[in-house]
């Protein structure tokens, strides 16, 4: 990963020299924007409580796996620390939902709900959808939205193999965002990312989690990235963004956050 990051790091630039407009204002108002907003002390009140809860969870796992070599029964508190999303990111897809405005966000893979709630409180007029393949995980989800009052979240429990094709189905309305963090394999990922795009429209946006996890995450990104319906992406390292902007020149970047 540290490799992966030089790499990265190299060959990515920032503000200085962007000459897409709708990039550069996306890029200094909302992904490098370092403000605060209300919603975010009670989501990390409760992540510092989660980091000190002696709970323990049997953990089901139709993903990739942990690179930690967690077990089976793992600790709410190790969960927090290893498979929630820090901060940094969650607060990123805040701002992300909050400028977009999309009223249905679908998000691949709950954990603990701590993302779920920022992407819920960044437009509580949205509806959120979550997916969670581990029963217990998604008890413990539930739990956390309930105790942060919100309403706006349904949370889909099973593996997303299963789950995903079906709900899509009966979606009220386009997809307008998505986060992708259920899978980090490339097969899935691009299973999953081919299901969505099939409810997307223009102005949908993709977030893919981990882009640079793995080898074989790389490879899907540079699959997605060569998508005929892409037109634009936005590589952060840690995430990617990906639009469909049919007026939009087709165009990579590669940016530090």
């Not at 793992?74 to 977009?100: D, E, G, Y």
């Not at 966000?105 to 969670?132: H, K, R």
């Not at 997809?175 to 949908?204: I, K, M, W």
């Not at 793995?214 to 892409?230: G, N, R, Y």
């Amino acid at each position: 990963m540290i490799v992966r990051y030089l790499t990265f790091w190299w060959r990515s630039g920032n503000a200085h020299g962007l000459h897409s407009p709708f990039v550069y204002g996306l890029y200094t108002t909302v992904i490098r924007h370092d403000g605060q907003f209300a919603a975010f002390e009670p989501i990390e009140s409760l992540r510092r409580q989660l980091l000190n809860s002696p709970e323990k969870l049997t953990v089901t796992d139709f993903g990739a796996g942990s690179q930690t070599g967690a077990g089976r029964v793992r600790r709410v508190a190790a969960i927090a620390r290893t498979a929630a999303k820090p901060a940094r990111l969650a607060q990123l897809l805040f701002r992300l939902v909050n400028h977009f405005r999309p009223a249905t966000v679908l998000e691949l893979g709950t954990s603990l709900g701590l993302t779920t709630a920022y992407l819920a409180a960044a437009n509580t007029q949205a509806q959120v959808l979550t997916f969670e393949g581990c029963p217990q995980v998604a008890a413990a989800a539930r739990r956390n939205f309930a105790a942060l009052g919100l309403d706006n979240i349904r949370l889909l429990e099973g593996n997303i193999d299963l789950t995903l094709a079906p709900a899509l189905a009966t979606l009220p309305a386009p997809l307008d965002f998505v986060f992708f963090d259920g899978n980090h394999r490339r097969e899935p990922t691009l299973r999953y990312f081919e299901q969505c795009l099939a409810c997307a429209h223009e102005n949908s946006v993709f977030v893919f989690d981990d882009i640079h996890w793995s080898a074989e995450m790389e490879t899907a990104w540079a699959a997605i990235k060569a998508h005929p319906a892409v037109t634009l992406t936005v590589d952060l390292f840690w995430v990617g963004l990906v639009f469909f902007r049919k007026k939009q020149p087709r165009q990579d970047f590669s940016l530090r956050m």
